[in-house]
Protein backbone atom coordinates (compact mmCIF):
# COMPACT_ATOMS: atom_id res chain seq x y z
CA UNK A 1 0.00 0.00 0.00
CA UNK A 2 2.79 2.30 0.82
CA UNK A 3 5.81 2.53 -1.50
CA UNK A 4 9.20 1.07 -0.11
CA UNK A 5 12.19 3.26 0.28
CA UNK A 6 14.22 3.87 -2.84
CA UNK A 7 17.59 4.47 -0.78
CA UNK A 8 16.59 1.26 1.85
CA UNK A 9 20.15 1.37 3.06
CA UNK A 10 19.54 5.24 4.79
CA UNK A 11 16.38 3.68 6.40
CA UNK A 12 15.28 4.55 10.48
CA UNK A 13 14.02 1.52 11.96
CA UNK A 14 10.54 2.17 13.61
CA UNK A 15 12.24 2.81 17.17
CA UNK A 16 14.47 5.70 15.58
CA UNK A 17 11.85 7.13 13.71
CA UNK A 18 9.48 7.02 16.74
CA UNK A 19 12.18 8.61 18.81
CA UNK A 20 12.61 11.38 16.36
CA UNK A 21 8.21 11.87 16.55
CA UNK A 22 8.92 12.26 20.30
CA UNK A 23 11.55 15.11 20.84
CA UNK A 24 10.79 17.08 17.76
CA UNK A 25 8.37 20.09 18.40
CA UNK A 26 7.00 20.99 15.38
CA UNK A 27 6.16 18.95 11.67
CA UNK A 28 4.28 20.10 8.67
CA UNK A 29 0.76 18.52 7.94
CA UNK A 30 -0.27 17.70 4.66
CA UNK A 31 -3.84 17.47 3.73
CA UNK A 32 -6.17 17.42 0.32
CA UNK A 33 -6.61 21.68 -0.08
CA UNK A 34 -8.86 23.81 -1.70
CA UNK A 35 -8.52 23.14 -5.82
CA UNK A 36 -7.30 20.04 -5.38
CA UNK A 37 -4.15 21.68 -4.74
CA UNK A 38 -2.14 19.91 -1.23
CA UNK A 39 -2.25 22.49 1.45
CA UNK A 40 0.61 21.59 4.11
CA UNK A 41 1.15 23.73 7.21
CA UNK A 42 3.35 23.59 10.18
CA UNK A 43 2.19 22.85 13.59
CA UNK A 44 3.24 21.67 17.13
CA UNK A 45 1.89 18.23 17.97
CA UNK A 46 2.69 15.28 20.20
CA UNK A 47 3.32 11.45 19.30
CA UNK A 48 1.79 9.75 21.94
CA UNK A 49 0.52 5.74 22.27
CA UNK A 50 1.52 5.45 18.57
CA UNK A 51 -0.59 8.35 17.44
CA UNK A 52 -0.03 11.94 16.86
CA UNK A 53 -2.43 14.86 18.46
CA UNK A 54 -2.68 18.76 17.37
CA UNK A 55 -4.99 21.30 18.15
CA UNK A 56 -6.63 23.97 16.18
CA UNK A 57 -9.55 26.01 15.41
CA UNK A 58 -12.88 24.83 14.20
CA UNK A 59 -12.89 26.61 11.17
CA UNK A 60 -9.89 27.16 8.60
CA UNK A 61 -8.15 25.25 5.61
CA UNK A 62 -6.56 22.90 7.64
CA UNK A 63 -9.98 21.52 8.77
CA UNK A 64 -11.55 21.65 5.78
CA UNK A 65 -8.98 19.38 4.08
CA UNK A 66 -9.06 17.04 7.06
CA UNK A 67 -13.30 16.72 5.95
CA UNK A 68 -12.65 16.63 2.99
CA UNK A 69 -10.63 13.68 3.09
CA UNK A 70 -9.07 11.42 6.34
CA UNK A 71 -5.92 10.67 4.45
CA UNK A 72 -3.00 13.04 5.85
CA UNK A 73 1.25 13.23 5.68
CA UNK A 74 3.03 14.45 8.45
CA UNK A 75 6.68 15.37 8.25
CA UNK A 76 8.99 16.53 10.84
CA UNK A 77 12.84 17.62 10.26
CA UNK A 78 15.02 16.06 13.07
CA UNK A 79 18.37 17.48 11.23
CA UNK A 80 19.15 19.61 8.61
CA UNK A 81 23.13 20.78 8.86
CA UNK A 82 24.23 22.09 5.49
CA UNK A 83 28.23 21.02 5.13
CA UNK A 84 29.39 23.20 2.53
CA UNK A 85 32.50 21.52 1.71
CA UNK A 86 31.13 18.12 0.78
CA UNK A 87 28.57 19.90 -1.01
CA UNK A 88 25.85 17.99 1.03
CA UNK A 89 23.66 18.12 3.91
CA UNK A 90 23.36 15.81 6.81
CA UNK A 91 19.85 15.08 7.63
CA UNK A 92 17.15 13.06 9.21
CA UNK A 93 13.00 13.32 8.71
CA UNK A 94 10.53 11.61 9.31
CA UNK A 95 6.83 11.17 6.83
CA UNK A 96 3.43 9.32 8.64
CA UNK A 97 0.94 8.48 6.90
CA UNK A 98 -2.43 8.34 8.56
CA UNK A 99 -6.12 8.58 9.19
CA UNK A 100 -6.99 12.37 11.29
CA UNK A 101 -10.34 12.87 12.97
CA UNK A 102 -11.78 15.14 15.76
CA UNK A 103 -11.71 13.79 19.27
CA UNK A 104 -15.67 14.64 19.71
CA UNK A 105 -15.82 13.08 23.64
CA UNK A 106 -14.87 15.61 25.80
CA UNK A 107 -12.97 13.58 28.32
CA UNK A 108 -10.46 12.36 25.86
CA UNK A 109 -10.23 15.80 24.38
CA UNK A 110 -9.39 17.05 27.30
CA UNK A 111 -7.05 14.15 28.10
CA UNK A 112 -5.47 15.11 24.42
CA UNK A 113 -5.22 18.88 25.64
CA UNK A 114 -2.88 18.02 28.33
CA UNK A 115 -1.24 16.31 27.11
CA UNK A 116 -0.16 18.11 24.21
CA UNK A 117 0.48 21.29 26.83
CA UNK A 118 2.63 18.80 29.32
CA UNK A 119 5.19 18.98 26.20
CA UNK A 120 5.19 22.40 25.73
CA UNK A 121 5.00 23.55 29.29
CA UNK A 122 6.22 20.91 31.58
CA UNK A 123 6.66 22.99 34.75
CA UNK A 124 3.23 24.89 34.56
CA UNK A 125 0.92 23.13 35.17
CA UNK A 126 -1.45 25.26 36.85
CA UNK A 127 -0.89 27.83 34.23
CA UNK A 128 -1.58 25.16 31.54
CA UNK A 129 -4.95 23.90 33.14
CA UNK A 130 -5.78 27.31 33.49
CA UNK A 131 -5.27 28.21 29.65
CA UNK A 132 -7.26 24.57 28.65
CA UNK A 133 -9.97 25.41 30.76
CA UNK A 134 -10.47 28.93 29.22
CA UNK A 135 -9.89 27.66 25.52
CA UNK A 136 -11.36 24.36 25.89
CA UNK A 137 -14.54 24.71 23.54
CA UNK A 138 -13.23 26.94 21.43
CA UNK A 139 -10.20 24.50 20.80
CA UNK A 140 -10.61 21.32 18.47
CA UNK A 141 -8.09 18.54 19.16
CA UNK A 142 -7.23 16.30 16.22
CA UNK A 143 -5.90 12.97 16.35
CA UNK A 144 -3.91 10.74 13.50
CA UNK A 145 -4.40 7.38 13.34
CA UNK A 146 -1.04 6.31 12.15
CA UNK A 147 -0.87 3.58 9.14
CA UNK A 148 2.53 3.75 8.23
CA UNK A 149 5.92 5.61 9.68
CA UNK A 150 8.98 6.25 7.10
CA UNK A 151 12.19 7.64 8.43
CA UNK A 152 14.88 8.17 6.72
CA UNK A 153 18.91 9.70 7.12
CA UNK A 154 21.81 11.04 5.12
CA UNK A 155 24.36 8.61 4.51
CA UNK A 156 26.97 10.45 6.36
CA UNK A 157 25.34 10.01 9.98
CA UNK A 158 25.06 6.36 9.25
CA UNK A 159 29.13 6.18 8.64
Do not use: W
Not at 78 to 97: A, C, G, H, L, W
Amino acid sequence: MFRDMRRNNQALTNEESIAVLKRATSGVLAVSGDNAYPYAVPLSYIYYEGKLFFHCAYTGHKLDGLKRNQKVSFCVIDKDQIVPEEYTTYYRSVIVFGKASIIEDEKEKRRALEILAAKYSPNHKQGRLKEINELFEQTCMVEIAIEHISGKQSIELIK
